[in-house]
Structure formats: C-alpha cells, structure tokens
C-alpha cells in the first residue's frame, strides 16, 4: 500500500504539471492503477491545481475603468480605456529615458525623428522637485533653436499633484507664467480621484488640464515621439 | 530599404499585437501576486510602458511572453523595495470581501483559495500562479523570475503543499468518485 512512497511531491507536481516524460509518466500511472494512495495523492495534487486556475478564472477588473472616449490608436484606446495611473512605490519603473524610437510602436505612420519636445513627469511633493520641473520646463522653452519651438508639457501625478492643486502649491505664480509661454499642465486624474475617495477635497489650478491619468498622457506622448523625463 | 522598412513595420504591429493580447493575461497574473485592483492596474501599466521603452531588448520573439511577465514581476518587486509593505491577514480579509458577489458557494470557494494563495510568501505565490494560470514550464518560470529551475521546483512544492493544508478540504468531497470530484470543481 505504501509502495508510492518513493513518489516525492516534486515528482507528483511534475506530473501534474506535465513536467514528467512519457515513460516516466506512463509508469506512474501504472504504479497510481495498484496504489490508491498514490492515487488519492496524484488526485489531490490535480484538484489543488484546478482550485488556484478556478479561482483566478475571473478577477474584478480595475476599479473605476470606465472611461471616455479615447483620442489614439486602437491598442492605446485600450490602455487608456483600462484606467492608466502610476502609485505611490511603481515610481522606480519610469526612469528618465528617451522615448522617440519607442514611438514609433504605436503609430506606424509617425515621424518621430524630428520631434523635439517633452513631457516632464512629477510625482513627488516635494516642493525642490516641484522647482525642479518648472525650472526644466522654462529652460528646455529657452534652449529652442531659433525657429523651431519647443512644445513642453507638465504632468503631475501621486504626492506631485500638490504641483496644481491651488490651495496647496507654492508655485501659482509660476506655473502661471509658464503657462503663459505655452507650458501645458495635466493633472492626473485618477489622482485626484483616488483623492477624493479618501475625502479629500481637490482643487486644481486653472492653468491645469484634467483629462487624462499621469500615464495616460504619458503613453500618448511617447507615441508621438516626445522626450519623457521624470523628475 | 523598402524591405527593412517593412520588417520593421511588422515588428512593430507584431509587437503591439503581442501587448494588446497580453494585457488581460498579465492583468490576471498581477490580481493573483497582489490581490489588489488597483495595484494590478498599476503593474499592467507599469509593465506595458516598460515594455514599450525596452522593446529593443526583445531578441527571440518566442521568448516574448516570458519577457512581459518578467517585467510584471520586476515592476512587483521595485514596488514592494519600496514600499516595503507587508499587509496583515486583517488587510487582506478586508480586500477580499470588497468583491461585492453573493455569498454562493463557488465565490465563497474562490474566496478562500484566493485568501490561502494571498498567505503564501510572494515568491511562492509567484511560481504557483505562473505555472497554473499560465500553464508555463518550469523552464520558463525560471526565465521569467530569473531562478534556477530547482527552485522553482522547491517553491512550488512548499507552496502547493501549504495550500494544501489550507485548502484540501475546502471543496467538496465525493468519497469513491475522486475523478468526478475534480472535474467538478472546473
């Protein structure tokens, strides 16, 4: 009765998990034919499989993913549409990078290698960095070759939506000015609205958009083969 | 030239394809490691951005899924570096019962897999999931979590073995007809 000892559990997950070549497998059920242990075994281990694949068959979607129509292409549509936002702690995956070859990706008919325009991404609080991307933004406007100007764009996600909310940011005076040379300034809004679910009242500065997530915004510019730099 | 244009442009369509195709596979995967909504939203994001700004480092096309999923678990691991977080069985109740189903016996089943799958260390959870929701090879679990095929093999064996102990009794019996039990449970 206890002859399938000699069975370790790697051996039965292999099985289970067609890990096992066909000799080895066809001896084991053979061996599971005479050992009803070793078939209660083999069975248990099937059955724990199928649980953990039954219970992930359908898992909630994203919260709140309903969103408004989408202004890129089909897959990008699809992203967009799924709910796009960067979270306190994923801030390490979007480093400073180029993007212009990436473009390319989601829009086959662009031209990207002329493009020389940023979106400069905060998602801190703190006020150093919050200067930081001002100062960046009114110095790549400067350094514009003559002729050719520069688009710059400011989004403001996670602790660096305090950027744009009028009540809080120091920098109103600021922002205003660069809006005034065409600096455009996106507020994330699942940022916001992960905000306001904690019930925290959120006002944005006038000079800020509020259409798209952090991301959202993100993606579209890199199709377009816009610089990106986080700050 | 015309013709490297156009494999280039294949590439990309053939790229953006396998994204698009992913997406909900990846989606699934991110739920099962966090069982939290919106920080499976964020990994899919996070991964997908990745994957679009290294897309370059893709050589082998077949080795792509690997490739995604890898970022995925790279992205986890960055998140909880920083946030160096570990939720309590309390957090994780709360998490779980926010799904608004009734309490029917296949939810309160899944339920319970989902809790017992959630108290397993990450790196078990991980291997676990890879191989059952995916149906990937240990060999490719090994590439996607970048550890040598022996452990995968270990994890999953301590892994399954504590589900077990959680959950064997979970579903329910049918002494003397085991093959109709397990079929049952699909």
């Given amino acids: 009765m206890n002859k399938d000892r000699h069975y370790s559990e790697e051996q039965l997950n292999a099985f289970v998990d067609g890990e096992l070549d066909p000799e080895e497998r066809s001896r084991l059920y053979n061996e599971a034919e005479h050992s009803e242990d070793l078939d209660r075994r083999l069975c248990q281990q ?7 694949r039954h219970a992930y068959d359908e898992v909630p979607p994203p919260r709140n993913s309903a969103r408004g129509p989408l202004p890129r292409s089909t897959f990008f549509g699809r992203i967009l549409a799924a709910g796009v936002l960067l979270t306190l702690g994923l801030s390490a995956g979007l480093v400073t990078h180029r993007f212009i070859d990436e473009a390319a990706i989601g829009s086959d008919a662009q031209p990207v290698a002329a493009i020389d325009n940023y979106i400069l991404h905060v998602a801190s609080g703190e006020p150093a960095q919050m200067r930081a991307a001002l ?38 005076r600021e922002i205003r000015a660069l809006a005034d040379s065409d600096v455009v300034f996106y507020a994330c809004s699942r940022t916001i609205q992960r905000l306001e679910e904690r019930g925290v009242e959120v006002r944005i500065v006038p000079e800020a958009i509020v259409e798209y997530t952090a991301l959202d915004r993100v993606v579209m510019r890199m199709q377009e083969g816009w610089n990106y730099t986080k700050i | ?99 608004p ?72 019996r049918s002494q003397g007809a085991r093959a109709t039990t397990l079929t049952r449970v699909k």
């Fill in chain 1, 46 to 52: 099937r059955k724990l499989k199928e649980l953990v």
């Fill in chain 1, 135 to 172: 100062e960046k933004a009114r110095s790549l406007l400067d350094s514009a070759p003559a002729g050719r100007p520069r688009q710059v764009e400011i989004v403001a996600n996670e602790k660096g939506i305090d950027l744009l909310r009028s009540d809080v940011t120091p920098f109103a």
């Fill in chain 2, 1 to 99: 030239m015309a013709g490297k244009t156009f494999l280039g442009i294949m590439q990309r369509q053939a790229f953006r394809k396998l994204i698009a195709n992913s997406r909900e596979r990846l989606y699934r995967m991110a739920y099962a490691w966090t069982h939290d909504t919106h920080l499976a939203d964020d990994l899919v994001q996070q991964t997908l951005c990745k994957a679009l700004s290294n897309r370059r480092q893709l050589r082998d096309p077949g080795a792509a899924e690997a490739w995604l999923f890898r970022i995925m678990s790279n992205c986890l691991k960055d998140y909880h570096r920083a946030k160096r977080e570990i939720l309590t069985d309390q957090e994780l109740i709360v998490i779980d019962t926010q799904t």
């Fill in chain 2, 101 to 172: 189903d009734r309490e029917t016996h296949k939810q309160q089943l899944v339920l319970k897999v989902r809790q017992a799958v959630r108290k397993l260390p990450l790196a078990q959870c991980q291997v676990i999931t890879l191989v059952d929701l995916e149906g990937f090879t240990y060999a490719t679990v090994a590439e996607v979590l970048e550890i040598p095929v022996g452990t995968v093999m270990s994890r999953l064996c301590r892994g399954r073995q504590a589900l077990k102990e959680h959950l064997i009794d979970v579903s329910p």
